[in-house]
Structure formats: C-alpha cells, structure tokens
Nanobody, 121 residues
Framework: EVQLVESGGGLVQPGGSLRLSCAAS????????MTWVRQAPGKGLEWVST????????YYANSVKGRFTISRDNAKNTLYLQMDSLKPEDTAVYYC??????????????RGQGTQVTVSS
C-alpha cells in the first residue's frame, strides 16, 4: 500500500523559510516521480513542483520558481520541499504526491494527507 506522510509545516513570518518532508513507503521510491501540490483556503489544488525519478530535472510553478527547491533522498525514501522567502499567498495545505515512471507531468496517482503551512505576521 502506497503511503505518503508529510511533515514540517507550521506558522512562519513573511520572508521566512520552512522545509517540508514526505516519508514514502509501500512502493519502490527510486522508480517513482514525486510531486508537491497545495491547496489554499477556498481554492482548488495547485501544482507546485515535480522531480521525476531520475532526480536530475526539476520543474516548478511560476509562482514559486526561485524560492522553492524540491529534492529527494532515495536512500531514505524521502522527498523534500525547501521553501524560502515565503509570502502570505503561500499559505496552504501542502501535499506530497507520486506516480510511476520517470517523466514529467503534473497529475499523480497517490497523494498524502497534507501538512498546513501558514505565512503570517
């Protein structure tokens, strides 16, 4: 059974940083591409970033490019999202998601339960 467990969310001031983690189990992590999506209050899901399973290429939404960094540790079966220069509009529940195959796309097959990120002074 695929399991994705996010952690690292919290309350941070504008301009601050957070690092989200996603612990994965139930599948062969290194052969799956990984994605972060988010959902702001009252809005739909928004794709944030994807790292295909090769671990070389990364893709970002324009809204986070230059501020967020996605990475993965295949030895630890863990996905990360380093978020810097946070803005109030980054406030959302952040979800880790995954799909089989080593190519880029914004959809996914499985998603975790999410972790809340609140950016406020």
């Amino acid at each position: 059974e695929v399991q994705l467990v996010e952690s690292g969310g919290g309350l941070v001031q504008p301009g601050g940083s957070l690092r989200l983690s996603c612990a994965a189990s139930g599948f062969t992590f290194r052969t799956y591409s990984m994605t972060w999506v988010r959902q702001a209050p009252g809005k739909g899901l928004e794709w944030v970033s994807t790292m295909p399973c090769g671990g070389i290429r990364t893709y970002y939404a324009n809204s986070v490019k230059g501020r967020f960094t996605i990475s993965r540790d295949n030895a630890k079966n863990t996905l990360y999202l380093q978020m810097d220069s946070l803005k109030p509009e980054d406030t959302a529940v952040y979800y880790c998601a995954t799909y089989s195959g080593c190519y880029y796309k914004q959809s996914y097959d499985y998603r975790g339960q999410g972790t809340q990120v609140t950016v406020s002074s």
